[in-house]
């Protein structure tokens, strides 16, 4: 079964800093791109950073030097280390795999990160 699970968000305080994690089961993880993704209220879903194969990675302008995209391919897992948030990075974060051979995309079903004082 086909599967990515996001784990890791919650409420956190301006300024504070979260460790996003998805887990894949079911793809041949080495073989895709991952990604996170975000959706405020009234927004659309939008990138916030990706990580190939060949784990180059690329970041929205908005989480540049304070978002970190890393994988484990050992673990079948991505990570989204977030620093120093804000409480524009309020959305709910989604997890995709794509797949560099077939295109094949798969997505997780989000977790919420709110930052609040």
């Known amino acids: 079964q086909v599967q990515l699970v996001e784990s890791g968000g919650g409420l956190v305080q301006p300024g504070g800093s979260l460790r996003l994690s998805c887990a894949a089961s079911?793809?041949?993880?080495?073989?895709?791109?991952m990604g996170w993704y975000r959706q405020a209220p009234g927004k659309e879903r939008e990138l916030v950073a990706l990580?190939?194969?060949?784990?180059?990675?690329n970041y929205a302008d908005s989480v540049k030097d304070r978002f970190t995209i890393f994988r484990d391919n050992a673990k079948n897992t991505v990570y989204l280390q977030m620093y120093n948030l804000k409480p524009e990075d309020t959305a709910v974060y989604y997890c995709?795999?794509?797949?560099?051979?077939?295109?094949?995309?798969?997505w997780g079903q989000g977790t919420q990160v709110t930052v609040s004082s």
């Open positions: 995709n795999a794509k797949n560099v051979y077939s295109n094949t995309n798969v």
């Open positions: 990580i190939t194969t060949g784990f180059a990675t």
């Open positions: 079911g793809i041949i993880f080495n073989f895709n791109t």
